[in-house]
């Protein structure tokens, strides 16, 4: 979530943010528009449509990597993660996380580097379509676009990503407050009192230090057989 990072609630974020949701809707709704009026035209009526493939690569293209920018900040990409299955350390599970946020970086940042480089190459050239004459750059500066945005949000989840692990290593954060906060909605705060196990639901955000102990599940259990034998 990017709410640790105060200058993301701002009005003006925020409105950008809108702006982009209503890029993807307008656009989406442009496309479908425009492909239900080509079969209409072309199989129904048996009328060419010159240009479509300009106007319909134009929207796509715009609509993909906008779309990817949002994906980005919603942390929705589609993604495989088998750190699971072969590590059970949290700690260490979660650093490897980190590191891998920062290879992703370093990856948006070549690719936005070939994208300008690209974009560069092609409006020297003056390229432009065949059937309208737009300049091809106005296809590519999406793609510049859109992994800039990409960056500015890999960015961000980093930083919180950051502080996520610094609470992971002071033990503010455990397995069991993120699994429990996945199923409550939000985090948790465990502990131990009599040997009983203490679960509290509390505000995202607001996770008290000193909550919980431990590194994994075993911890837990060590720390609550130790209040049993008390």
Not at 32 to 57: D, S
Not at 60 to 88: C, P, T
Request: hydrophobic letters at 50%; proline letters at 2%.
């Amino acid at each position: 979530m990017l709410r640790e990072l105060p200058f993301l609630n701002s009005r003006l974020v925020r409105i950008f943010n809108l702006f982009m949701e209503i890029i993807l809707i307008v656009t989406s709704a442009v496309i479908i528009t425009l492909i239900t009026y080509y079969v209409i035209t072309r199989y129904l009526l048996g009328l060419n449509f010159n240009g479509f493939e300009e106007i319909a690569i134009l929207i796509i293209v715009w609509m993909y990597f906008i779309g990817s920018a949002n994906a980005s900040r919603e942390q929705s990409h589609i993604s495989a993660d088998m750190l699971d299955l072969f590590i059970k350390k949290f700690k260490v599970k979660k650093g490897l996380q980190l590191f891998y946020r920062f290879v992703g970086m370093g990856v948006l940042c070549f690719m936005i580097y070939l994208s300008i480089d690209f974009m560069s190459f092609n409006a020297e050239r003056h390229v432009a379509t065949i059937i309208f004459k737009w300049p091809m750059y106005i296809y590519h500066f999406s793609m510049v676009l859109g992994f800039c945005l990409m960056l500015f949000y890999d960015i961000c989840h980093t930083v919180n990503a950051i502080l996520e692990y610094k609470k992971v290593l002071r033990g503010e954060i455990t397995r069991e407050t993120i699994a429990v906060g996945e199923i409550t909605g939000g985090p948790i705060a465990v502990g131990t009192i009599a040997g009983e196990t203490i679960v509290e639901t509390i505000p995202a955000g607001e996770i008290p230090a000193g909550t919980t102990t431990g590194d994994t599940k075993a911890d837990t259990e060590t720390d609550t057989q130790g209040g049993n034998g008390a």
